[in-house]
């Protein structure tokens, strides 16, 4: 055996023996889980103001549900409004607590300005938008025309982008521009899917 060889072979040997350093457990039974560790962040958006630490982190819940108990009787016109509005519940946004609020708004202002320049330049198209967006450090930017259910529309392309503390979306097109930012909506993401 080549003298290079020997201590690796000796340590692989051992390794395989089931050996270990002194003060480790021998076997997987012995083996206690490691606490779970919180996802990081994968990013924190440049133009977001930095949150304290004893902010509250946001908030998961759902939108509340707008179908009263079973035991309340409603009148049909009634029942099928109710059902209406919880049919419609998934495009609705979580509420962000205001320091959230508050950091996103630099990049509110960021992205007010680039659709600006976009606009005295007569540019209303998606990959302009989204280089706009990315171009103010959001991630997982996305931009499409208005579904049969984004009531709201105005003739523009929705757009929307995540700092890692919510979402900065809007619509950018001739007839107008928006800019706004929030949570998510109850659905998942940022905007609703086309339809």
């Known amino acids: 055996m080549q003298r290079g060889l020997a201590p690796l072979a000796l340590a692989v040997l051992l390794a395989a023996a089931g050996c270990s350093a002194s003060g480790t457990a021998d076997s997987a039974s012995q083996v206690t889980p490691s606490a779970p560790r919180p996802a990081q962040s994968r990013f924190v958006a440049a133009c977001a103001a930095p949150v304290s630490s004893a902010a509250a982190a946001p908030s998961s819940s759902a939108v509340p549900s707008a179908v009263p108990s ?7 016109e009634e029942q099928f409004r109710l059902n209406d509005q919880a049919n419609n519940a998934f495009r ?3 509420a962000l607590p205001p320091q959230y609020m508050a950091a996103l708004q630099p990049c509110v202002e960021q992205v007010k300005a680039g659709l600006a320049r976009l606009r005295a330049e ?3 198209d998606g990959p302009s938008i989204e280089g706009v967006l990315t171009g103010a450090g959001l991630a997982e930017v996305e931009s499409h025309k208005p579904g049969r259910l984004d009531a709201n529309a105005g003739g523009g ?3 929307c982008g995540n700092s890692g503390l919510g979402y900065v979306f809007g619509e950018h097109g001739p ?5 706004d930012a ?9 905007l609703p899917a086309p339809d």
């Open 157 to 159: 392309l929705l757009f």
């Open 122 to 124: 007569g540019r209303f």
């Open 175 to 179: 007839p107008r521009t928006t800019v």
């Open 182 to 190: 929030g949570g998510g909506i109850a659905d998942g993401g940022c």
């Open 92 to 94: 609705q946004r979580r």
């Open 70 to 76: 079973a035991s309340a009787s409603l009148d049909p």
